[in-house]
């Protein structure tokens, strides 16, 4: 944010915590966004805040948590309008070589590797008891970071065999949900986004599945469902799709409100809350471009 940025009753905004703007280097505002939308993920930034957490990543080779840290200081516990990245972009490069240059790259594609990269860094620390700044609800296990509790869900994919019968179940662990955008549609909502990812699918011809139950090659219909909503819901529109044996950009105008209720969209074993609100968004307007949309759980705990 620049040094005039004011807010609408016109006070100047320099020097609030967490008002903070990141400066672009080179074609680097993919990185920033991102960066931006996980700065405001406020249950992330208050655990990794926490004195405790701080300390804990003091004594292990936490380079990616480290760093993120480091930004995470800047932003709401410095004193300046602004600040640039550099660190958080060298760290990035030197582990991913595809985000080491100065060009445009996928948002997504880096918010999935940081989130991962950031759970692997996390499961080294070692908390006796409960972790710092964990709320109820969330998981402790060994394999479980503040990353995974927040933006971890489930889905579940019921297969029915059309000529045998057979029924199986099967499980899916997401960070991101990609949805596909309704072809031929010049404007949508983010709900028909959800709906045509939700659709139940048939299986004919080549795509057709094993049944476990006869062994043979069987015609399928699979339903999907949503088995356990993540506290923040992550999703991504899937802005190219092919016609024919081209790829083509869709161009539809996605609308999407500040809330959004997932409940048509549960299995019926889903337990929790289905309202999200909207927090986040990152839009690339190029050619290549993707959009992804960052939305947080309306919980219990008031996030």
Request: hydrophobic share 35%.
């Amino acid at each position: 944010m620049a040094n005039d940025a004011q807010n609408s009753s016109g006070w100047m905004l320099q020097n609030k915590p967490g008002v903070c703007g990141l400066d672009n280097s080179g074609n680097s505002c993919y990185l920033n966004a991102v960066l931006q939308c996980l700065c405001s993920t406020m249950p992330l930034v208050e655990h990794l805040l926490n004195q405790d957490t701080r300390q804990e990543l003091a004594k292990c080779k936490c380079r990616v948590a480290q760093v993120f840290v480091r930004l995470l200081e800047k932003m709401w516990l410095g004193s300046s309008s602004s600040c640039a990245p550099v660190e958080a972009r060298s760290m990035l490069g030197s582990i991913y070589p595809q985000f080491d240059n100065h060009t445009q790259q996928d948002a997504q594609e880096l918010l999935l590797h940081l989130l991962n990269a950031l759970h692997e860094d996390l499961k080294k620390l070692h908390f006796s008891g409960q972790q710092p700044g964990e709320r109820p609800g969330l998981s402790s296990t060994a394999e479980s970071t503040i990353v995974s509790d927040l933006f971890e869900g489930q889905l579940s994919y019921l297969t029915h065999f059309l000529r045998c019968g057979h029924q199986a179940h099967n499980g899916q662990t997401f960070t991101v949900l990609s949805l596909p955008i309704p072809k031929g549609n010049k404007k949508c909502s983010i709900q028909d986004c959800l709906s045509l990812f939700f659709e139940e699918t048939f299986l004919t011809g080549a795509e057709q599945s094993v049944c476990s139950a006869c062994g043979r090659r069987r015609e399928a219909a699979v339903q999907t469902r949503l088995d356990k909503p993540p506290e923040i819901l992550v999703l991504h529109l899937k802005r190219f799709g092919c016609k024919g044996k081209s790829q083509v950009k869709l161009s539809a105008n996605v609308s999407f409100s500040m809330e959004l209720d997932v409940a048509p969209f549960l299995s019926s074993s889903a337990r929790g809350v289905s309202s999200y609100h909207l927090y986040a968004v990152v839009q690339r307007k190029y050619d290549t471009a993707r959009a992804q949309q960052g939305i947080n759980q309306e919980a219990a705990n008031g996030y």
